[in-house]
Each structure stands twice: as structure tokens, then as C-alpha cells.
């Protein structure tokens, strides 16, 4: 274990053989951090806080810390991080309430830049990317393959779904469908996130499909019902090979509570 020789490390504290600190890190007793993560220099890693396996955590990150929450009295709720995250300079990444989940969730393979703040109960998904200066609020959910562009606000509750692309300086008060690109103050939705989608390899008659979806939600006139009934029989276009696409659209819509970006 390269540990520093200034940094405190709590005798309490769970770390892998293989972990790196850096110097002047503070870390508490209940803190676990698994193989081959490495914690930068001046970070302050605290409260109930479980890291996964090769993370690279950046100097001067605030990590665990009591969330901002004027509820909060000191229950012990935590902070889950997966593997393989980036996480850079000058990060806020807060505990859970008993309020919600009474966890906060980061998950696998992420890229969290500067300045960023996820706030309490938060759960964000897999291969997301963070820019500089982005903040999540209270509660917000991430899917999975996520953009979120740097000074982005993302309101209390808001849910970003799979593929999504939120642009720069965005404000998100209302619900981001899947494989939509986002921006604005207020919110519009501008297209497809085609770009995000061809560099995951989705396929032509994918992409066609996830096109026809937009369509339907956004250039038809339709209410939401109407849209998802036309999505709905989008099913085995194609020989079915969007209908996992489907899925993911229809799941996200039907459970909405803040209405989605139109």
C-alpha cells in the first residue's frame, strides 16, 4: 500500500493492498477502497463511503462528505462509487438522505471533470461523462452512456434517460428521454443523439428507429399517450433489432412525473 506518510489514514478505514494516497489526504473509519484505486493529494475521502476497483480520484476532492440537505442530522447513509472512474480536480460528492434511497450511487466507468457537485441521492449510471462545472442536484437519476455538458444545472428529481446529450450551459427542469440531444435555457430538445450513438456502435437500422421515435414524440403533434401507443407498434420493425431501443423509450416515458422536455 503506497500510502503517503503525510496523509491520515483511520486505522478503521477498509483499503486494498494496492492502493495509492497522495499526500495530505484525510480518510475516515468508514471508508472502504478497493484495488488499484488511486486517491490524489489534498482529498478528504469521509462518512460511509465504499469506492470500487481502479478509480483515479484527482487532488482536492471532497469525497463522502454530509450532503447539503437541511434535513440531514447525521444518519449514516452513504456513497457507492464503482470501478474504473475518473474522477478530477475540485469535486463534491455527497452522502444519501433517509429522505430517498439514503445512498448516493456512481457506477462504472465514468468521467467526471472539474468542479462537478453530485449532490445526495443521486445515481448515476454507467460510461457517463461530466464536463466542468456540471451539477447534479438532489435525487437526479443518470442512465447509462450519458453526455452532460459543462455549467449544466440539472434541477432536484430530474431524470436523464440512456444515450442522452445535455449541451452546454443547459438548465434541466424537466425530464430528458433517451438518445435525445438537449440544450438551451429553456430546455429544447434539437435532435437525435446520433453522433453519441454511431460511436456505440448502434447500427443504421437502429439509429433509423431511434429517428422514427423522435418523430413521434416531438414532430407528430401527438400527446405522450398517442406517441407511446406509435412507438409501441414500432415493435419487430426491422427484424426487431431496435426493440430493446423501444423498451428503454417506452419504460422512461411511462414513468415520468415531471413531464418531459417538448
Known sequence: M??????????AAELDSSVEVGAYTLIG??????????????????????IGRDNRIFQFNSVGAANQDKKYAGEPTTLV?????????????NVGTVQDRGETRIGDD???????HVA?????????VM??????????????????????GV??????????????????AQDVPPFMTV?????????????????????????????????LIYRTGHTLDEAQAAIEALRGSEGGVADGDIDCMLRFLATTTRGIVR
Open 29 to 50: 473509519p468508514h471508508v472502504k477502497i478497493g484495488a488499484g484505486t488511486v486517491v490524489g493529494p489534498h482529498c478528504v475521502v469521509e462518512g460511509h463511503t465504499t
Open 2 to 11: 503506497a500510502i503517503h506518510p503525510t496523509a491520515i489514514v483511520d486505522p
Open 110 to 116: 465514468n468521467w467526471i471533470m472539474a468542479y462537478c
Open 155 to 172: 434541477l432536484q428529481r430530474m431524470r436523464i434517460g440512456d444515450h442522452a446529450m445535455v449541451g452546454f450551459q443547459a438548465h434541466v
Open 183 to 215: 440544450d438551451g435555457n429553456p430546455l429544447t430538445v434539437r435532435a437525435v443523439n446520433v453522433i453519441g450513438l454511431k460511436r456505440r456502435e448502434f447500427s443504421a437500422e437502429r439509429i433509423a428507429i431511434v429517428r422514427q421515435m423522435h418523430k
Open 81 to 93: 462509487i464503482g470501478d474504473g472512474n475518473t474522477i478530477r480536480e475540485f469535486c463534491t460528492l
Open 120 to 128: 445526495h441521492d443521486v445515481v448515476i449510471g454507467n460510461e457517463c
Open 131 to 152: 464536463a466542468n462545472n456540471a451539477t447534479l442536484a438532489g435525487h437526479v437519476q443518470v442512465g447509462d452512456h450519458v453526455t452532460i455538458g459543462g455549467l449544466t
